[in-house]
């Protein structure tokens, strides 16, 4: 058997290493929780272990439903109906957000549109129909945050339904997903506000 000289091996190592190719960098890491939606115009991290809902949850025509994002799957379903939202699967452990953009209406200053803030935080406030439906109907112990702001020359509603028996930091997460909301203010409503 033919043995290869070992001076030959450590050539042939050195050869190859000159030769000034270097191991490629691997690109760094997407975020996993990271969504883009560029034909709506907008980003957002979800946080692990919230689901997106990959497929339009509710009715309305205006103001349009963005993005749903919840610590369980959400899901349609008739037996859940509450207004024009049919979310199967809330209870007193979830957490969840709906934003909301409304339509066009260039004659309108958007008056009850606030600047969107530094941080989303909860307020007592508005309530929404869906949660009162909660409430009411399910008897759902919970809180929530109904409101509006104005961000990129755009418009939203927002609704954050919190349980009350989430686990410790769901609240705090639902407010850095929306925290983490990006709006390309080129992309306009294609829909006329309902006023």
Not at 5 to 19: D, K, M, N, S
Not at 65 to 81: D, I, K, M, Q
Request: aromatic content about 10%.
């Amino acid at each position: 058997m033919q043995r290869t000289h070992p001076c030959l091996v450590a050539l042939i190592a050195v050869a190859f290493a000159g030769c000034g190719a270097q191991p490629a960098a691997a690109p760094p890491a997407a975020d996993p929780g990271f969504y883009e939606n560029a034909q709506r115009g907008y980003s957002v991290t979800i946080p692990p272990g919230w689901h997106r809902a990959e497929r339009k949850l509710t009715v309305l025509t205006d103001p349009v439903e963005l993005l749903v994002a919840a610590t369980y799957r959400t899901e349609a379903g008739a037996e859940a109906n509450c207004g024009p939202i049919g979310f199967r699967g809330f209870d007193a452990h979830q957490v969840l957000v709906m934003v909301l953009e409304r339509g066009r209406d260039p004659a309108s200053g958007w008056p009850d549109f606030p600047p969107r803030p530094a941080h989303f935080a909860f307020e007592q406030g508005m309530s929404s129909e869906f949660a009162d439906c909660l409430r009411t109907t399910r008897h759902i112990p919970l809180k929530d945050h109904w409101f509006r702001f104005t961000d990129a020359g755009r418009h939203f509603h927002v609704l954050v339904v919190i349980g009350a028996d989430v686990p410790p930091g769901s609240e705090a997460e639902a407010y850095r997903l929306l925290d983490s909301l990006r709006f390309d203010a080129s992309v306009k409503p294609d829909w006329p506000s309902s006023g």
